[in-house]
Every structure is written in C-alpha cells, then in structure tokens.
C-alpha cells in the first residue's frame, strides 16, 4: 500500500523509459508496494482502516472460519469473496480495484453489467445487503454464486 504520490500511469511510463532497473527501484522505492501476499494486503488494510478481520469479515458476510483463511493465508480468496471483503472493509470502487489488484483478480469492469452494478454501489457507499438485493432485482448473479 504505497504513498500512492504517484499516478500509475505516470509510474509506468517512468518504469518503461528507465535504463536501470536497480536505479529505478532505489529512486522509488518510498512509492512501492512491499507486500506480496494478499493476506499481508488484507492484514495491513485492517490497520490502515483500524478495523479487526473479524468486522470485515462480518461486514462482508462470509463465513468466519473461512474468512479467517483469507487473514492467515490458508485460502486463497474467490473474485467474488475479494469483492465482499471490499464491502467488508467499506472501500471506494478504486481501493477495491487495489484489492481486487493485490489478490491476482480481475478488476471491476464498468462495460460488464454486474461489475458495474457493483462500482455503483461501492461509489454510492451502498452496503453488501444492497448491492446484493440490486443484483437480483436485475436477475444477475449475487456476489458468492459465481464459481
């Protein structure tokens, strides 16, 4: 969870144009992710939001001992888990996009109905309960039923 002084776009292009990757790395390493696991991700989101596993995994309606897996790296985290966890936490459609990022998921897509009834409701700050209740309303897959 980097200082984030950076845009990525403008990052990339830097990252592209540089001739020495170890130079690169050395300059911008104050705005570089250290964390690698997602569980580190989610586990260093709790302190940033100073909020405990166990609230967002209520929060995000899931099992307790399966979410528990998640915070101690048992499991690996379903796209749609990913996405009730970022209910769970209470994020903005962009920190959703970064945890989507740090579980090796594919990010939200505006284009795709379902994606985009879930931007929306993560805008909004709409809770999980209404998003899931838009979702069948529109007779798409609720959050949990995709495999």
Known sequence: MAGNKITTDTFLQRLKKTTSIERFIRRHDGDMDK???FHEYITALCVK???TPESVIKAADIERTYG?????????PTRDKVI???FGFRLNFDEAQDLLNAA??????????RDAVIVYALEKKHGLIAVQETLYEMNLPLLGELK
């Open 68 to 76: 528990h897996k998640f915070f101690n790296g048992a499991r690996a």
């Open 104 to 113: 090796k998921k594919n990010a939200l897509h505006p284009k795709v109905k």
């Open 84 to 86: 009730q966890l970022a």
């Open 49 to 51: 939001k100073d909020v």
């Open 35 to 37: 964390i690698v696991y």
